[in-house]
């Protein structure tokens, strides 16, 4: 069975950090890109980070770039989105989704999604 489990989600104080994984389980990342999403009660679904096939290649939305660093590790099959400087308004749950090789702003091109972990920033 093709699964993705996201971890490292929790409670963490504005300015904390926190360091999420992404890991496959029933098929290797090594053919995907991995997109990270958040979605925020009340607000719609939107990408945070994504990562090509390769890890060559990476972007980020305007609203973490400079805070949040993507990257993967192949040989763990696993893909972590590091996450500084936290803000409040970096609360979500936050959810890792596979597309073949490259990525894409389109949500609904990505296949396999995780269950979500969620992240809360407060004081």
């Known amino acids: 069975q093709l699964q993705l489990v996201e971890s490292g989600g929790g409670l963490v104080q504005p300015g904390g950090s926190l360091r999420l994984s992404c890991a496959a389980s029933g098929f290797t990342l090594s053919y995907y890109a991995i997109g990270w999403f958040r979605q925020a009660p009340g607000k719609e679904r939107e990408g945070v980070s994504c990562?090509?096939?390769?890890?060559?290649?990476?972007n980020y939305a305007d609203s973490v770039l400079g805070r949040f660093t993507i990257s993967r590790d192949n040989a763990k099959n696993t893909v972590y989105l590091q996450m500084n400087s936290l803000k409040p308004e970096d609360t979500a749950v936050y959810y890792c989704?596979?597309?073949?090789?490259?990525?894409?702003?389109?949500?609904?091109?990505?296949?396999?999604w995780g269950q979500g972990t969620q992240v809360t920033v407060s004081s």
């Open positions: 990562i090509n096939y390769i890890g060559g290649s990476t």
């Open positions: 989704a596979t597309r073949r090789y490259s990525c894409s702003a389109d949500a609904s091109l990505f296949g396999t």
